[in-house]
């Protein structure tokens, strides 16, 4: 003899799979999900690794900064010079914790501001940073104004010799 089972029977027990199913989607998306905060945004990691680096670079396409009690900011690791009709790209020197660009060799100190070189009016543009949940998030296509707020107090030598060559730079 054959039993068949009623609806009446089985449907708590698919009540039951769709709660569960339910509760396993939740715990995903708040316990693993990273949330991003848009479209175009790269995680860099957490705020204390960013710390703990200083300058971070970001698939070549920015650089995170942690400097002093100054929160994340960034730049651009490339721009187009609008000027000279030149792509420039960005280094970091280690050794001098200053940045370069390329071409000019023209040189920025850790907050972006002119140091050296032939161009005395340019800083380095900054791109979009922020911090969500403990992580640090750049937005290398979204171009933030001006220089990083208190960057003008920033007196920071070069602490040692300058990079030559981008391959001495990250």
């Known amino acids: 003899m ?38 175009g945004w790269i995680k860099v990691g957490s705020v ?44 970091y020197c280690p050794s001098d914790g200053w940045f370069f660009n390329e071409p000019h060799a023209t040189r920025y100190d850790i907050v972006g501001k002119y140091k050296l070189g032939p161009d005395p009016s340019s ?12 992580n640090v998030w750049v937005d290398p296509a979204q171009a933030v104004p001006g220089l990083v707020p208190g960057a003008e107090a920033v007196r920071q030598p070069a602490k040692g010799p300058y990079c030559q060559d981008p391959q001495e730079g990250i």
């Open 2 to 39: 054959r039993r068949v089972i009623s609806w009446r029977k089985a449907r708590p027990l698919g009540v039951v799979v769709v709660v569960l199913v339910l509760v396993g989607v939740t715990v995903y998306l708040v316990a693993f999900r990273q949330t991003s905060p848009g479209p």
């Open 48 to 91: 204390a690794d960013v710390q703990r680096q200083g300058v971070t670079k970001v698939d070549n396409s920015a650089y995170v900064v942690s400097y002093g009690n100054f929160p994340p900011y960034a730049f651009a690791a490339s721009y187009d010079d609008a000027v000279e009709g030149m792509h420039e790209k960005v280094y």
């Open 123 to 134: 800083t380095l543009p900054r791109v979009a940073v922020t911090v969500v949940d403990g």
